[in-house]
């Protein structure tokens, strides 16, 4: 009794009660201040704005729970089947409205777990009352940016590249750029990377068992010059890899095209013809643009970033200056270099345009641009005559791919977009043959740093087989940051923040 006294005396009256009192349902319609990372989330996951349809969705546990109320169906409908259903508000009953269900149960869905979508009216009282609906139930709260793409990932849905692949598909704006997303979130260049990590692993395994059992006799010695034949067959193929001239890259965020020459050739009506609006302002007064001025286009499913830049020339206007700088400094970032020359400066010759073209190289400071198209404007202010031999200086095999066009009249605009566009298939192919291509920076420079990696396993592989080892196990780990599944933590918040809200 002395005993039971001196614990009661430990307890306030109040904690005594508190822990014996039974436990008492919770309200489903009471918020909780925190929440676990493995909550039930929910959010719009269509595009926002009036629309004839929109998508609400929810993924976790209580999805089930929050069916049933808001629905009052006493049994789940059948997975991956539409049900009609009526739509009430938790609190009174009300109808929201009437539309398309359909439940998911884990993990057959797209983030793993029980998920339900409800595919209603697309106004904005309709979308924002059921968005309001769900939010005043204790077991739901929204999901933040990328959420249901990022369970997707923790639990196995889907590996970085494929995640990656599914944030282009979304921002696609182009028909290149759709096929080259759809081919990555397909899981073509995730397979690529996880057969070579399997490989070094193999490798890596081999070497460690020789170093640790090489004295027993139990290992044979056959098996370093295996290794060494698979690290060079992986090094050749990482090189042939990285040596794609960035075509993914320049695909997935857009070919720089710059417009560059002398001023008033023409440049920034050339501009505006293609963007098809007054995106430059364009004057007879030479040196009218001082700044770099670009457009996003799409040129036969390829994207491009279109800039054009003030003419080169020398000049005592400080502000001129500053513009003839940019534009350089734009040159050697260029992909391809659409160089535009005013006809009425009385070129008519091969020598005479090769010597223009070879004073605006020089004037860009000894850049080489990687393609280049000559434009001849202004050809509505030749004589037949000269007319005909421009056509046939077009023709000389010693100069860059030419067109004749006139931006006062559109001749030849049409050629000139068929060249540009032959020179975009060269230089990012067709997204859907050969072997799938980089697409991120961060791919290549973990690409790189494994390739790096490999060349000092064969530095160390006479000196030291521990040290050799341990660079096969630094590459592998730079291929598994690329798919996630070795040290991806310090990537995921910056890969998922990319999504739009209720993806």
Not at 300 to 321: K, M, N, Q
């Amino acid at each position: 009794m002395w005993l039971m006294r001196q614990c009661l005396k430990s307890f306030p009256s109040r904690s005594i009660w508190m822990h014996c009192r039974p436990m008492q349902r919770k309200d489903p319609l009471k918020k909780c201040k925190h929440h676990d990372v493995r909550d039930t989330i929910f959010s719009l996951s269509s595009g926002r704005g009036k629309c004839g349809v929109a998508v609400i969705r929810t993924s976790g546990s209580a999805s089930k729970e929050a069916l049933h109320i808001l629905t009052k169906w006493q049994t789940l409908p059948p997975p991956r089947q539409v049900k009609l259903a009526s739509i009430l508000c938790p609190k009174s009953g009300e109808l929201l409205d009437r539309g398309l269900v359909m439940w998911f149960s884990g993990p057959r869905s797209f983030t793993g777990e029980d998920c339900c979508e409800y595919h209603v009216h697309g106004g904005p009282a309709v979308v924002g009352g059921i968005l309001q609906a769900l939010g005043c139930l204790q077991m739901l709260r929204p999901a933040e940016p990328g959420e249901f793409t990022k369970r997707a990932f923790q639990n196995g849905k889907l590996d970085l590249t494929e995640v990656e692949g599914l944030g282009d598909l979304i921002h696609a704006e182009t028909e290149a750029q759709r096929r080259q997303a759809l081919r990555q979130m397909s899981g073509e260049l995730g397979h690529l990377y996880h057969r070579w990590s399997h490989q070094l692993l193999r490798a890596l395994a081999h070497i460690e068992a020789f170093i640790d059992f090489s004295e027993d006799d139990n290992v044979e010695e056959g098996v370093l010059i295996a290794v060494d034949e698979e690290v060079e067959r992986l090094q050749k193929e990482l090189e042939e890899h990285l040596g794609d001239n960035r075509r993914g890259e320049r695909l997935r965020d857009g070919v720089q095209v710059v417009l560059a020459g002398a001023t008033n050739a023409g440049k920034s009506s050339l501009l505006n013809v293609i963007s098809q609006k007054p995106t430059a302002i364009v004057s007879s007064i030479p040196g009218t643009t001082r700044d770099v001025v670009e457009a996003t286009l799409n040129i036969g499913g390829y994207p491009i970033i279109l800039s054009d830049t003030a003419g080169l020339r020398d000049s005592e206007d400080p502000i001129e200056r500053e513009g003839v700088r940019r534009a350089k400094a734009r040159v050697e970032e260029a992909d391809i270099l659409i160089a535009v020359i005013d006809l009425s400066c009385n070129l008519l010759s091969q020598e005479s345009l090769l010597a223009h073209l070879q004073n605006l190289f020089s004037s860009m400071q000894g850049h080489t641009p990687r393609s280049v198209i000559v434009v001849l404007n202004k050809i509505d202010l030749l004589s037949p005559e000269g007319f005909i031999n421009m056509q046939k200086l077009c023709q000389e095999p010693e100069l860059p791919p030419t067109c004749l066009l006139s931006c006062h009249t559109g001749e030849g605009v049409s050629d000139f977009l068929r060249i540009l566009r032959h020179n975009l298939e060269a230089i990012c192919g067709d997204p859907l043959q050969g072997a799938p291509t980089i697409t991120q920076t961060r791919h290549r420079l973990h690409l790189t740093a494994c390739l790096n990696a490999l060349g000092h396993y064969n530095v160390y592989r006479q000196q030291d087989l521990v040290l050799a080892a341990e660079e096969l196990r630094i590459a592998q780990r730079q291929l598994g940051s690329i798919t996630g599944r070795v040290g991806a933590e310090d990537i995921l918040d910056i890969i998922f923040s990319d999504f739009c809200i209720g993806k």
